[in-house]
């Protein structure tokens, strides 16, 4: 069978057997895609089966999560984990809480994230979980409730050396406390069951930051290799959460300025830059609309989603150098990229998961705009989880310097590998294909060695 017609039938049968789930079938399809030039050198992956295995989880975990509203009422959610794959190391990745989220979701996150972890060089296998519930609008104690009643069910499959949860849209500091709270009560242990703890019970320091900062040196990296840096470089960033923060920080200590930042209620553009305390007294602290930041910068524009120009981002049709989208996934289509080309832009730097949809990507690459694909770009969050996870392990805990330093280094080794992959097969520059080819080897490898598994 040619390795098209091997890559045809893996994709469909993935639809024929799990109907509906469409942004997973995104994610596997660019995957297999990339993976062409790898499988044609090496027939052993088609003789072993792998692509069937490995878009099969080991794993999926559904379940129901009842709590108590601030009014006495019961609400019911549905909780998730899948454990995609432990060919490398115990599962790891983030648990999403967001209305929109169901399996097709947390099977697209948590297909990258084995790539992903396997890219950074690190011991870590794949995984993703999650909820439909809605952080937004509850009290304190409705999130708490919800978190405990979450994690009475999730504690029963995760553990230091099987699958250890970090956050991700919906899930900071605070949901990771609850968790980390309950989990402690039923268990009667104090374990690094989670990353993304407070620093004063076993998080690392950095770990907040980590993502952010993660994605600029990756940026940082793409530019160099053609002599250039982000130096008074314009950028574009999308979200206003964790990730976009620390995006917006790391870009002002590089020498670039970052003039956009969004929500899911609409964008702000501040051609002075955007003023990052503000920014984070206005989300982190007081977790309010951006439309409150235009009242505070008077230079500053506020545009409410339903203003948008229709079919687009209006975060992509500000001029820019780089773009970071940093929000959620298929948040930058083909209209988007055409007006980030038209306007300039030479870089798109993911710092969400997926955000960039299948026809973009196809664009950009053909119009010459230099792509970081997620799993190498936003790598930098989960690589830090893991120095949270062996800093736990050996009782130590490293300075914000140490956790940097390692994060830097991390992110120029990502780069190297993806590049110098993408060299070794025929596509050098390309960035998804190089990350694609060596995420995927290096757990397909271990695969083998393991037999039937
Ligand atoms: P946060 O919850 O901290 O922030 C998410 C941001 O994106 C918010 O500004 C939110 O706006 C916006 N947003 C979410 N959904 C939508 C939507 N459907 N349309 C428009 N805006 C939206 O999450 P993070 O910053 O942690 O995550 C952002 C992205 O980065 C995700 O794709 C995540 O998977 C990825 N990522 C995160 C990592 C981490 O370490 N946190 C690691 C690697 C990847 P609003 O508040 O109005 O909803």
Same mark, same amino acid.
């Given at each position: 069978?040619?390795?098209?017609?091997?890559?045809?039938?893996?994709?469909?049968?993935?639809?024929?057997?799990?109907?509906?789930?469409?942004?997973?079938?995104?994610?596997?399809?660019?995957?297999?895609?990339?993976?062409?030039?790898?499988?044609?050198?090496?027939?052993?992956?088609?003789?072993?089966?792998?692509?069937?295995?490995?878009?099969?989880?080991?794993?999926?975990?559904?379940?129901?999560?009842?709590?108590?509203?601030?009014?006495?009422?019961?609400?019911?959610?549905?909780?998730?984990?899948?454990?995609?794959?432990?060919?490398?190391?115990? *599962?790891?990745?983030?648990?999403?809480?967001?209305?929109?989220?169901?399996?097709?979701?947390?099977?697209?996150?948590?297909?990258?994230?084995?790539?992903?972890?396997?890219?950074?060089?690190?011991?870590?296998?794949?995984?993703?979980?999650?909820?439909?519930?809605?952080?937004?609008?509850?009290?304190?104690?409705?999130?708490?409730?919800?978190?405990?009643?979450?994690?009475?069910?999730?504690?029963?499959?995760?553990?230091?050396?099987?699958?250890?949860?970090?956050?991700?849209?919906?899930?900071?500091?605070?949901?990771?406390?609850?968790?980390?709270?309950? *989990?402690?009560?039923?268990?009667?242990?104090?374990?690094?069951?989670?990353?993304?703890?407070?620093?004063?019970?076993?998080?690392?320091?950095?770990?907040?930051?980590?993502?952010?900062?993660?994605?600029?040196?990756?940026?940082?990296?793409?530019?160099?290799?053609?002599?250039?840096?982000?130096?008074?470089?314009?950028?574009?960033?999308?979200?206003?959460?964790?990730?976009?923060?620390?995006?917006?920080?790391?870009?002002?200590?590089?020498?670039?300025?970052?003039?956009?930042?969004?929500?899911?209620?609409?964008?702000?553009?501040?051609?002075?830059?955007?003023?990052?305390?503000?920014?984070?007294?206005?989300?982190?602290?007081?977790?309010?609309?951006?439309?409150?930041?235009?009242?505070?910068?008077?230079?500053?524009?506020?545009?409410?989603?339903?203003?948008?120009?229709?079919?687009?981002?209006?975060?992509?049709?500000?001029?820019?150098?780089?773009?970071?989208?940093?929000?959620?996934?298929?948040?930058?289509?083909?209209?988007?990229?055409?007006?980030?080309?038209?306007?300039?832009?030479?870089?798109?730097?993911?710092?969400?998961? $997926?955000?960039?949809?299948?026809?973009?990507?196809?664009?950009?690459?053909?119009?010459?705009?230099?792509?970081?694909?997620?799993?190498?770009?936003?790598?930098?969050?989960?690589?830090?989880?893991?120095?949270?996870?062996?800093?736990?392990?050996?009782?130590?805990?490293?300075?914000?310097?140490?956790?940097?330093?390692?994060?830097?280094?991390?992110?120029?080794?990502?780069?190297?590998?993806?590049?110098?992959?993408?060299?070794?097969?025929?596509?050098?520059?390309?960035? $998804?294909?190089?990350?694609?080819?060596?995420?995927?080897?290096?757990?397909?490898?271990?695969?083998?060695?393991?037999?039937?598994?």
């Amino acid at each position: 069978m040619s390795v098209q017609n091997y890559i045809d039938k893996v994709m469909k049968t993935t639809m024929q057997s799990t109907p509906g789930q469409t942004e997973f079938y995104q994610a596997v399809e660019e995957v297999l895609m990339s993976l062409e030039p790898l499988l044609k050198a090496e027939p052993k992956y088609d003789e072993q089966n792998i692509l069937e295995r490995i878009v099969i989880p080991e794993r999926q975990i559904l379940f129901r999560v009842v709590w108590m509203d601030d009014s006495g009422k019961i609400q019911t959610n549905i909780g998730y984990r899948v454990q995609f794959n432990s060919a490398i190391g115990p *599962y790891k990745g983030g648990l999403r809480f967001h209305p929109s989220v169901n399996l097709g979701i947390i099977k697209f996150l948590g297909f990258e994230q084995i790539f992903k972890n396997s890219l950074t060089g690190l011991s870590i296998g794949g995984g993703k979980g999650g909820s439909n519930f809605d952080p937004k609008g509850k009290s304190d104690g409705e999130i708490m409730r919800f978190c405990q009643s979450f994690m009475i069910e999730l504690s029963k499959h995760i553990g230091e050396t099987r699958d250890v949860p970090a956050g991700d849209i919906g899930v900071g500091g605070r949901e990771i406390g609850y968790m980390f709270g309950e *989990y402690k009560r039923l268990t009667g242990n104090f374990e690094g069951i989670l990353t993304g703890k407070g620093v004063n019970w076993g998080g690392s320091l950095a770990r907040t930051e980590a993502t952010g900062f993660g994605s600029v040196y990756f940026a940082g990296n793409v530019l160099n290799k053609q002599d250039d840096d982000l130096e008074g470089k314009i950028a574009t960033v999308s979200g206003s959460g964790n990730v976009a923060i620390y995006t917006i920080q790391k870009l002002y200590d590089m020498g670039a300025k970052p003039v956009t930042c969004s929500d899911s209620r609409g964008m702000i553009y501040d051609k002075n830059g955007i003023d990052l305390d503000s920014l984070k007294l206005i989300k982190e602290a007081n977790r309010q609309s951006l439309e409150e930041y235009a009242k505070l910068h008077t230079d500053a524009t506020y545009l409410p989603v339903h203003s948008y120009p229709e079919g687009t981002n209006a975060v992509w049709g500000v001029p820019c150098d780089i773009a970071f989208p940093s929000a959620t996934q298929n948040e930058l289509n083909l209209e988007d990229m055409k007006n980030l080309h038209k306007n300039g832009c030479k870089l798109v730097c993911e710092g969400a998961n $997926m955000p960039t949809t299948p026809e973009a990507i196809e664009y950009m690459l053909a119009n010459g705009i230099m792509y970081g694909p997620a799993k190498a770009a936003n790598a930098g969050g989960v690589a830090t989880s893991q120095l949270e996870m062996s800093q736990n392990a050996s009782m130590q805990k490293w300075s914000f310097a140490e956790v940097d330093s390692q994060l830097r280094s991390i992110m120029k080794n990502i780069f190297d590998l993806s590049y110098d992959t993408s060299k070794e097969f025929g596509f050098e520059g390309n960035l $998804m294909v190089g990350a694609n080819i060596a995420g995927f080897k290096k757990v397909a490898d271990s695969m083998i060695d393991q037999g039937a598994v």
